[in-house]
């Protein structure tokens, strides 16, 4: 069942055009992130479905309800902010109470139900402090547990790590994914953080410049990406230009290149001689040194030379100068011994490379 339907909203300021089109239907229970570079309209979305904000045209449905034109306090929402916006004056349990008195639940129901959403956050114990007297983490939690007290339909966050150090982000990460399938509450999450997105979501809006560049899960993001702006986005890429020779299949094709002739997949549709790019990530390539290694189920190979080598740890990152000029970054084992210099073959499958149509 569609949770909430966002249907062709756009928003200008002045003559500024800051939301075009933008649809996005989300399904009960889902986890959905609008992830993109600053000023790309994801919070003005967010405040949309809020009600901060009322877009010109297009609607916004709760399930079947229509509440475009609905105040924000009529439309069942929870919302956490970067800044927490807790009232510093208030201990805990009223900071989270405070939602419930102003719904008119009975004070017995209020204190099972602050008891229950405190234990949910790991915070038991906690009720009597002030804000001030808890870490960041804490903070943010009691924001979380204020926004799920009052049971909303949809929860809506807003950037809710971006104050956090790094190390904390990563724990909080796991901790509300976590909490929000326990909870199963259907939410939105606004971050510019790629790897945030990628972990946290079941699908992922891709935003640029108030437009949807794509929809997807993680693993068609990353994977499937539907412009050279995403895969650049999203991860690390190297990006050869070519022409369409011929398609192998509804998504498989043969692109001529200024390093060959290269099978790779590809969305359905592209016609022979277009122009595209293809996308190859640098964990898909095996980088062997010339003359070596036939793996054999690699359907590409490319000839180059060493031309860096940064040590990461777990790896080492080589970048590579192929024999067309193309450069190529690519991932080998820590171990592996090759230097600045050495010439190498890169393998690579087809079913891992992607063709890029625009
Ligand atoms: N009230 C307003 N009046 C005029 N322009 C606005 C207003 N609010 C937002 N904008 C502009 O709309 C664009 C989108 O802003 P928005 O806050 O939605 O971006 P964002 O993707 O959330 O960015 P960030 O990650 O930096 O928060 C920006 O160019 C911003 O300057």
Redesign the pocket.
């Given at each position: 069942m569609t949770a909430l339907t966002i249907d062709r909203i756009n928003k200008r300021?002045?003559n500024?055009h800051?939301l075009k089109d933008i649809s996005i239907p989300i399904a009960q229970g889902e986890f959905v992130s609008?992830l993109?570079?600053?000023?790309?309209?994801?919070?003005?979305?967010?405040?949309c479905i809020a009600g901060f904000e009322r877009p010109d045209d297009g609607r916004i449905l709760f399930g079947n309800r229509d509440v475009t034109r609905a105040l924000p306090e009529q439309r069942d929402i929870g919302m956490v902010f970067q800044s927490y916006a807790l009232f510093p004056h208030m201990t805990v349990a009223e900071n989270l109470s405070f939602g419930l008195e102003v719904r008119k639940v009975s004070l017995p129901d209020r204190q099972r139900r602050i008891a229950d959403v405190l234990a949910m956050v790991r915070l038991e114990g906690y009720d009597k402090r002030y804000p001030r007297e808890l870490s960041g983490g804490q903070q943010q939690r009691v924001a979380l547990a204020r926004a799920l007290v009052i049971e909303p339909s949809v929860l809506l966050l807003d950037?809710p790590l971006a104050n956090l150090d790094a190390t904390l982000r990563d724990e909080m990460r796991f901790f509300i994914r976590d909490l929000q399938q326990r909870v199963g509450i259907t939410s939105i999450y606004?971050t510019?953080d790629q790897a945030e997105a990628m972990v946290m979501s079941d699908k992922i809006v891709v935003?640029s410049a108030?437009a949807i560049s794509q929809f997807g899960s993680p693993r068609d993001i990353y994977e499937r990406p539907a412009s050279q702006s995403v895969a650049g986005f999203i991860g690390r890429s190297n990006t050869i230009a070519g022409k369409i020779a011929e398609a192998l299949g509804p998504d498989s094709y043969k692109v001529d290149t200024p390093c060959g002739s290269i099978g790779t997949t590809g969305p359905a549709g592209l016609a022979k001689g277009a122009e595209v790019k293809i996308m190859i990530r640098p964990e898909n390539i095996d980088t062997r040194r010339q003359g070596t290694g036939e793996t054999g189920d690699n359907d590409n190979v490319l000839a180059g030379s060493v031309i860096n080598s940064v040590y990461q740890g777990s790896a080492n990152q080589l970048a590579v100068r192929l024999t067309s000029g193309d450069r190529m970054i690519v991932d080998v084992n820590g171990r592996n011994p090759l230097d600045i210099g050495e010439q190498v073959a890169l393998r690579f499958a087809a079913r891992d490379s992607w063709v890029l149509a625009s």
């Open positions: 300021y002045g500024l800051i609008l993109g570079p600053s000023g790309c309209g994801k919070t003005t979305t967010l405040r950037e606004v510019h935003m108030g």
